[in-house]
């Protein structure tokens, strides 16, 4: 009782609170399922605004750390429909700001002219799984799902990919048909063709983007095909898997990559980047629900199987919360889209298959670990709010499916939506992962490593500016980034270096006195150094 009224006066006096590490806390939305939302005025945040309450929108966070959000399904059965509004919620301010297209259910949008940006364009209302990246421009990119029809179990496939632009607030139609339900054509393998294209697919978010700047999906449809969209040619390259529907998986030896190795077809949804740029999935539907944890390489195209059962519908493997095993694993399932990966490049998941179990999955040592929830309980879970802005240990999502989930700046997990067996939300909850059960403790992550003294760094401690030198063997793409010591994410750069002597000069001014995290990600390894600034 004292924790909370401690935490309720800091809210009050200083306007912000802050979960306790390990604990939810109910930020934003409406804890009554089934609302409409508050639009307000569009392109003006306001803390009154709320998106409807929403399943299965589609995510992405942009380069300044703000979340946005698309569509979703409102309503059920024949009062059910699909959205065409496009949000942006910003952290600090706490507020959703509508941005762009029709506050109407089941709107039609306009496609314009393909390739042509125009304040005109919108996307067509969307649900049912549609792709999502953020480029490494900031550009938005949006791939499929379905529009709904407003008639039961009716809907429409699309097969179209836009681009939508935050400086300018624009869509622009890049490929696909504006059609419903358009097919494949895979013209060739691992080769770029004007005339590759993905089709019309639903009920995926496995998607990635590389380091130079191509955009990754896979399956979708109860597929396993893979595809690779280069943004400069705009073309498609069907890269790996079969061509058609509902083929089973080839999962070879555990841990060991093949050529022959292939995810089942399946509807997927938990995806990850690796440290090393190799992309990760988890579970799906094959028409049995799976919770096998896959790892695919784009530079051997190889797949390998790394965690989890290949028997169908297998149950939770689980110790005590905070314990880590390569024996453990969670149970089956689908629409688990609510993921995250922390600073440490962990991977986290919540949810799915109405489940409100919260798991920690390491890619370096293979365990899996229970951080919340009930693995085993599969009985649905009520949602547990507490009062608005106020952490609580009691604090929790609930049993939840078709959500979505964001990465602050800060290291804290966003998580809104989804449903809760016919009810849908727009809540957003906010979790801080806790150092002693799983969460990323990055002043030890980011230790000075075995390949510190190939780089320099000075003056350190410096008022100013830095320098960085070291010697690269090879022409490469490098990756620079500051952490603050809360996590966060304060300056991040990307350049194409040549072999030999690099320098580099990095403004410091104007961040706080205090210790920092400098990370050079490049080909050899990852190269980590503490940085102190002392004005």
Known sequence: MKKIITSFIFCFLFGECFPQAGEWVWIKGDSIPNQPGNYGVQGVPSPTNNPPSLYEPCEWTDL???????????????????????????????????????????DTGNYGIQGIPSPFNLPPSRSWGAAS???????????GGASDLGQPNVVCPRGDLWKYNIVSNIWTWMHGTSSCLSYPNYISVGIPSPFNVPGARSEFSTTWVDSNNNLWMLSGRGSNDLWKYDIASNEWSFMKGDTSGGQPGVYGIKGVPDPMNIPGGRLSYSSWKDSNGRFWLFGGNTGSLQNDMWMYDPLTNNWTWMSGSNTPNDTATSGAYCIASSNFSPASRFENRARWTDACGKFWMYGGSNTNDLWNFNPLTLEWSLVNGHPTNYFFHSPSYG???????????????????WTSNRGEFYHFGGASVLDKKNDLMKYVPDTNCGGCNLSTFIAENNLANELL????????SITISFQSSSNQTIELRIYNTLGKLIYVEKEEITAGKYEKEINVEKMSDGIYFLQVKMKEGNINRKVIINH
């Open 133 to 143: 990246w953020t480029d490494l421009s900031g550009d938005l990119w949006l791939y």
């Open 457 to 464: 760094v000075f003056p350190n401690p410096t008022n100013s």
């Open 64 to 106: 300044n750390g703000n979340f946005w959000l698309f569509g979703g399904l409102f309503g059920s059965g024949s009062a059910s429909g699909a959205y065409g509004d496009l949000w942006k919620y910003e952290p600090l301010s706490n507020e959703w700001t509508w941005m762009k297209g029709s506050s109407m259910l089941n």
């Open 387 to 405: 009062p608005l802005g106020i952490p609580s240990a009691l604090s929790q999502p609930g049993s939840r499916t078709g959500a979505v989930g």
